[in-house]
């Protein structure tokens, strides 16, 4: 059913898009320090790289669900949900978090982890961010805290991308507001909003976890982005331990 239409022409639409960056306007608030990230710059991607010293991945890896070879991705919600594959590990929690594209954090958060791998949600909370302004380019990382009293943590497993969100077209809106939540999945997919396909079509999941078709769908949407390795994976729920205070960091 979720054929996809181009991937190169979804390509396409994004470098259109991060080529003409533009320096953000936040409040005051949400960049009173300047995030220390997870790693130093340098190469990142959906997949977290082979085990290390102190790795507690052994030779697993984390897999952000976006397409193969993208790090930029777009979004129609204020606040998104991010999907991550999380293998088999120890530790018990992992880390979100949420810069401008002048690498100022915008938002940053302990997640628990239960060690029981599959694939796991964050949606950013509106309690504690105003969430993505429209064509503003963010970008995020995930990483799994392998060691907590580690003073660098630059040595954790992670996973990073961008994002930008854009406004749907007329056309898409009233296309999905005359679709079935099933429909909408390939019509987000079609339309390049891959973030929304994802989120939309794990909660038909969640809410019929029997339906064959649906899991068949899952399927056949996560092997279209050369996800084929986490596509038989369970759904499993993050939960937040606590917003980091920013302004203290």
Same mark, same amino acid.
């Given at each position: 059913?979720?054929?996809?239409?181009?991937?190169?022409? #979804?390509?396409?639409?994004?470098v259109?898009?991060?080529?003409?960056?533009?320096?953000? %306007?936040? /409040?005051?608030?949400? !960049?009173?320090?300047?995030?220390?990230? $997870?790693?130093?710059?340098?190469p990142?991607?959906?997949?977290?790289?082979?085990?290390?010293?102190?790795?507690?991945?052994?030779? =697993?890896?984390i897999?952000? +669900?976006? &397409?193969s %070879?993208?790090?930029?991705?777009?979004?129609?919600?204020? #606040? /998104?949900? *991010?999907? *991550?594959?999380? $293998?088999?590990?120890? %530790?018990k929690?992992?880390? *979100?978090?949420?810069q =401008?594209? =002048?690498?100022?954090?915008?938002?940053?958060?302990?997640?628990?982890?239960?060690?029981? &791998?599959?694939?796991?949600?964050?949606?950013l909370?509106?309690?504690?961010?105003?969430? +993505?302004?429209?064509?503003? =380019? #963010?970008?995020?990382?995930?990483?799994?805290?392998?060691?907590?009293? %580690?003073?660098?943590?630059?040595?954790? /497993?992670f996973?990073?991308?961008?994002?930008?969100?854009?406004? $749907?077209? $007329?056309?898409?809106?009233?296309?999905?507001?005359?679709?079935? /939540?099933?429909?909408?999945?390939?019509?987000?997919?079609?339309?390049?909003?891959? #973030?929304?396909?994802?989120?939309?079509?794990?909660?038909?999941?969640?809410?019929?976890?029997?339906?064959?078709?649906?899991?068949?769908?899952w399927?056949?949407? +996560?092997?279209?982005?050369?996800?084929?390795?986490?596509?038989?994976?369970?759904?499993?729920?993050?939960?937040?331990?606590?917003? !980091?205070?920013?302004?203290?960091?």
């Amino acid at each position: 059913m979720y054929r996809t239409k181009s991937y190169a022409a #979804y390509t396409a639409i994004c470098v259109a898009l991060m080529s003409s960056l533009v320096p953000l %306007a936040l /409040p005051m608030s949400a !960049i009173a320090n300047s995030v220390k990230p $997870p790693v130093k710059d340098g190469p990142g991607g959906r997949t977290s790289g082979g085990s290390r010293p102190g790795d507690c991945l052994g030779r =697993n890896s984390i897999t952000a +669900l976006i &397409p193969s %070879a993208q790090t930029k991705g777009l979004t129609t919600d204020q #606040y /998104p949900t *991010f999907f *991550f594959y999380v $293998p088999p590990t120890a %530790a018990k929690t992992a880390e *979100f978090v949420l810069q =401008n594209e =002048n690498k100022q954090q915008v938002y940053r958060t302990k997640l628990r982890l239960t060690g029981q &791998p599959g694939v796991a949600s964050f949606k950013l909370p509106a309690v504690a961010t105003s969430g +993505l302004a429209t064509g503003k =380019n #963010y970008r995020w990382f995930f990483s799994v805290i392998c060691d907590e009293a %580690a003073p660098d943590k630059s040595g954790n /497993p992670f996973v990073m991308g961008w994002m930008q969100r854009v406004n $749907p077209s $007329p056309a898409l809106v009233r296309q999905l507001q005359q679709a079935s /939540p099933r429909d909408r999945v390939a019509l987000y997919q079609q339309s390049g909003f891959w #973030y929304e396909a994802v989120s939309t079509l794990a909660q038909l999941r969640r809410s019929h976890p029997r339906d064959a078709a649906l899991a068949a769908d899952w399927a056949n949407l +996560l092997k279209s982005a050369g996800l084929d390795r986490v596509a038989g994976e369970p759904l499993v729920q993050f939960s937040a331990l606590q917003p !980091i205070n920013i302004a203290q960091k």
